[in-house]
C-alpha cells in the first residue's frame, strides 16, 4: 500500500460538478489500496472575486488581511470535496492549512514553508482516511494565518508528499502532461512522457504554468517524484524525476518560447566596472526583472552592455535608465522592441557540445537572425525578431527530432 | 475610557459598501475614546449560497464539513472589515472564532461556547486596536472548527462582552429598536427606550428575529447591558438590561403575535394519567414543538387535550397521533387551523392580578373569541382566529397605553 498525493488547481475545482469528478480520481486511487492526500485550490474565479472586493474598500490592501481573506477560497474547496467523497461512502477529513500542521515563517502573502506537523494526517492516514488538504495557505508559530504566494497549492502538495513520504505527487491540471513545445503553436509538439526537475524547470513557461517553478525545485530537492496530468482524461501524465536516462535518448527534451522581449543597449559606457553594477542596481530596486545580459566591447575602448526584459516593463525601464544617466555614466540608451526568446533545453546537451552551433546553424538556414545568446548548463536561448518566433520553434522542433514517434520513450 | 462591543448581522455587512457604513459606527466609538471590538456575520447570502453547494453534492451533508464550509462566510467578513477600519487610519485586526479564543463544546453545528481565551484580544485592545471578530464560530478543544447555530453571532458578540467585562454590547440590525409591537401591522407601535431581559424574551418573535433567545439568556446571566439599534440610522435604540423601573411605568410593555397557529384537540381520553406523557413524548421523538397545553374533564369524566403548534407541522403531527391511537387510548383526533396568538408581555404583571383580565375584556368588547389561555410571570397569550390577530394587537395595544407619547420612558 503506497501514499498518494493529488493536486487540483482552481480550474479542476471550479464548480461542483469539477469538484465530484476530482473526488473520484482520488476515490479511484484510494480504492486500488493506497492512501490518498487531496490538495485543493481555490474554486475557479474566486480569489479574483476576493481581492475584488477588498480592491473597492483599499488601494493598498494590508497583506496580513488579505491572506485572512483568501485563505477562505480553498476552505471552501476542502469541505466541498470531502463531501463529495462522503458521499461516495469514503471516509474523509478536510483541514485547513493550520489544521495540516503547515507552518510558515511569519511572512504574509508569499510565506515558505518552514515545517510539517504531520502527526494529524498521519493518524487520519492509518485510519483509512483520505485527508483533504487546502493548498496555499499555513500559519506562522504566532498563529497568524499566511498564504504562500504564486505556486502556493504545488509547494503545499509536493511539501506534503516530501513530509509523508509519499510515493508520488499527481498535480492534476487542464492539460495532459508536460511538451516537447507549446502544443497551441507547433501541431508536431508531443507528451514527455518524462522530465528531469532540472528540464521541468527550464521548461516550466510551456503550457501556461503547468506546474510552478517553487514547487519543481521543493520537489528536486526532496526527491518527491512528480506526475502533471490532466483532470478530465484518463491517460498517463508526464512523469517529473531525477534524470536516469541512457546515453542514446534525446538530448533535447522540449523547446521554451516567449514573445513580449525587448532588447536595452546602454551604449558608450566611459567606466564598465562600475556601469554595470550601478545599472542591475537601478532595475533591482525597481523590481525591474532582467533576463539575458551581454556586455561587448565597442569603439575606442567605450563599452556597451545589451540586457532583454519583458516588454510591459519598458517605459519604466527606460524611465529609471534616463534619470541615473549621469550616475551610470553613458552616452546613450536604445531600445528594440518586438523580439522573442526561444530556447531548446535538455539535460543531455552537458555532454553534447555541438547543441548550440547545431542550433544556430538551423536557425541561420531558415534565414533567421540571432540577437542575444544565452547558454547553461541545460539550456541554450537565442533571442529574435518575434515574427520569427513560431518558424523558429518548428524548425528546431523538427530539427532535434522532436516530431518523431519515439518522443519521450526511453 | 470603556470597552463597547459592536455586533452587525450579515444584512448590516451585506456588501463592501455596507462594511464601509459599518466601519464608520466603529470609528466613531474608537475616536470617543472607547475601545472597540466588532463582532460580524457572514455577507447576506453568502450562508445560502454555501449551503445551496453542499446540497449539490450530498443530501446529507456531515455537519463537520457544513461547519468548515459555513465559517468562511464570518471570515471574509472579517478581513474586509479591518480593510475598511485601516483604509481609515484605524489600527485594526481580524481573527476568526480560533484565533479569537472562543473555545465550544464537541458538537457541529450548534455548540455552545465553554471558554473564551482572552489573552489576544486584551493584549490588542491595550495596544488601542479594533479587534474584529467572526460571530457564529468558534474551535473545539481538538482543534476542530464550530459554529454555534442559529443566532450564533449574537452569542458570541454577548460572550465577548461577557469575558472582556465590556460596557455595552450593541446589536446592529435593520431596525431602529425594539417596538410596542410589530410596526409592519400596527401603525401606532413605539420603539421602546429600555425593556428587560425577561420581556425581551418573550418579545423575542417581534421583528423578525431582532435578537437570538440564547443571546438574551446569555447577557441575564452575565449581566451584559445590550442595546438593539439601527445600522443604518443614528438614532439611539433600545437598551436592554435588568428590570429596574418604577412602580408607575407600564404594566405591559409590548404585544407579540403570531399566525399559522392550530389547535390539536385529542378527545375522549379513557386514562389521562398515561394519555398525557404518551402523546408528548410521541410529538418530542418527531421533533414538533408544542406551546400552549390545556387539559379538561368532559362528558363521563372522560378527558381531552388541547395543545397548539404552528401549522406546517400539522400534517406529521396527525399522522404521528393516528398511528399511535391505541397506545394513546383515545376515541378522536381532531384539529382546528387559521388559529393566531397574541401576547401582552411586561415584568409589571407579577404585581399586578388583573391584567389577565382586562386583556380578555378588551377582546370580549371587541368580539373576539378566545380559544386557548396561556400564562406566566410576566405574559398573557391568547389563541384566537387568525381573521380576528391584528384588531386584536390594535386594541390591545391601545387599551395598554402603548401608543401614547410616553412609552418607554422611565
Redesign the interface.
Known amino acids: 500500500m503506497g501514499l498518494i498525493v493529488q493536486k487540483f488547481g482552481g480550474t479542476s475545482v471550479g464548480s461542483?460538478e469539477k469538484?465530484?469528478n476530482a473526488a473520484e480520481r482520488a476515490i479511484a486511487e484510494k480504492r486500488k489500496g493506497n492512501n490518498v492526500i487531496v490538495v485543493v485550490s481555490a474554486m475557479g474565479k474566486t480569489t479574483d472575486k476576493?481581492v475584488e472586493?477588498?480592491g473597492?474598500?483599499?488601494a493598498a490592501?494590508?497583506k496580513?488581511?488579505?491572506d485572512?481573506?483568501l485563505?477562505?477560497g480553498e476552505?471552501?474547496t476542502?469541505?466541498?470535496f470531502?463531501?463529495?467523497l462522503?458521499?461516495h461512502g469514503i471516509e474523509a477529513?478536510?483541514y485547513?492549512g493550520w489544521?495540516a500542521g503547515i507552518v510558515t515563517e511569519a511572512v504574509h502573502g508569499n510565506a515558505r514553508i518552514i515545517e510539517i506537523r504531520t502527526e494529524k494526517i498521519s493518524r487520519d492516514l492509518a485510519a483509512g482516511k483520505v485527508v483533504v488538504a487546502a493548498g496555499f495557505q499555513g500559519i506562522t508559530e504566532q498563529?497568524e494565518?499566511t498564504t504562500l504566494g504564486r505556486g502556493g497549492s504545488d509547494t503545499t502538495a509536493v511539501a506534503l508528499a516530501a513530509a509523508l513520504h509519499a510515493d508520488k505527487c499527481e498535480i492534476f491540471t487542464d492539460v495532459t502532461g508536460v511538451f516537447t513545445t507549446d502544443p497551441r503553436y507547433v501541431k508536431s509538439a508531443r507528451k514527455l512522457l518524462s522530465v528531469s526537475y532540472d528540464e521541468m524547470l527550464e521548461l516550466a513557461n510551456l503550457g501556461a504554468g503547468v506546474l510552478h517553478p517553487r514547487a519543481v525545485e521543493y520537489a528536486k530537492n526532496y526527491g518527491v517524484p512528480l506526475e502533471v496530468r490532466s483532470s478530465m482524461e484518463q491517460e498517463a501524465g508526464t512523469m517529473i524525476g531525477e534524470d536516469n536516462r541512457m546515453e542514446q535518448s534525446l538530448v533535447v527534451r522540449g523547446i521554451a518560447f516567449e514573445d513580449q522581449i525587448t532588447r536595452i543597449s546602454v551604449i558608450g559606457l566611459e567606466d564598465s566596472i562600475n556601469s554595470l553594477p550601478a545599472i542591475f542596481s537601478l532595475l533591482a530596486e525597481n523590481h525591474i526583472n532582467v533576463d539575458i545580459i551581454i556586455q561587448s566591447r565597442t569603439e575606442r575602448n567605450h563599452a556597451a552592455i545589451s540586457f532583454s526584459i519583458k516588454s510591459p516593463n519598458l517605459e519604466e525601464t527606460l524611465s529609471v535608465l534616463e534619470k541615473n544617466k549621469e550616475a551610470i555614466g553613458c552616452r546613450s540608451i536604445e531600445a528594440e522592441t518586438s523580439l522573442a526568446k526561444v530556447s531548446i533545453v535538455g539535460a543531455g546537451m552537458i555532454s553534447n557540445p555541438g547543441v548550440a552551433a547545431k542550433m544556430f546553424e538551423v536557425l541561420a538556414g531558415s534565414g533567421i537572425m540571432v540577437k542575444m545568446v544565452s547558454t547553461s548548463e541545460i539550456k541554450v536561448s537565442a533571442v529574435i525578431d518575434d515574427t520569427n518566433m513560431v518558424k523558429a520553434v518548428e524548425t528546431l522542433h523538427s530539427a532535434f527530432g522532436l516530431s518523431e514517434q519515439s518522443v519521450g520513450q526511453h
Open positions: 461542483v469538484i465530484r476576493l472586493m477588498a473597492d474598500l483599499t490592501p494590508a496580513r488581511e488579505m485572512m481573506l485563505s477562505t476552505q471552501v476542502i469541505s466541498l470531502a463531501l463529495a462522503k458521499q477529513v478536510s485547513t489544521q498563529g494565518i
